[in-house]
């Protein structure tokens, strides 16, 4: 199943134990439009949209760029997961197994995390180290 920037703001916006409306006024936006990014029936929002909701969950750094690369295409929800619960993953290794197009794709967080692994080996080859 896949996850996209909305189903992330959700997430991070009830970790945080906000409503829509908190989370509306923290970032300056309409709590209704919030909502409708959540659920996916607005899609694609702005740089400056993007970055008043980080500034209002202030999730730290790394789930801020994973929510940002999420506004350009939903991921794997076992990959988003594993990412989140694993923080030796690198965020560029993140987007390189999320852009990975193949017949067969990795089911379930050990599969995702073996070819997390086979990316970092290869990114480490092509780095030289």
Do not use: C
Not at 114 to 119: A, G, N, S, T, W
Request: aromatic content about 4%; hydrophobic content about 35%.
């Amino acid at each position: 199943m896949s996850i996209g920037f909305g189903g992330l703001l959700e997430r991070l916006r009830t970790e945080k134990g906000l409503s829509l409306r908190q989370l509306g006024q923290l970032a300056d936006l309409d709590h209704a439009y919030v909502h409708r990014l959540e659920t996916g029936e607005k899609a694609d929002p702005s740089d400056d949209t993007v970055d008043s909701l980080i500034r209002a969950l202030r999730p730290g750094e790394r789930k801020a760029r994973i929510l940002k690369f999420l506004v350009q295409q939903p991921v794997d929800e076992d990959l988003l997961n594993y990412v989140l619960e694993s923080s030796k993953v690198s965020i560029e290794d993140f987007e390189s197994a999320a852009r990975m197009r193949s017949r067969g794709r990795p089911i379930g967080k050990d599969a995702w995390e073996r070819v997390l692994e086979q990316i970092r080996k290869i990114r480490e080859t092509m780095e030289g180290g």
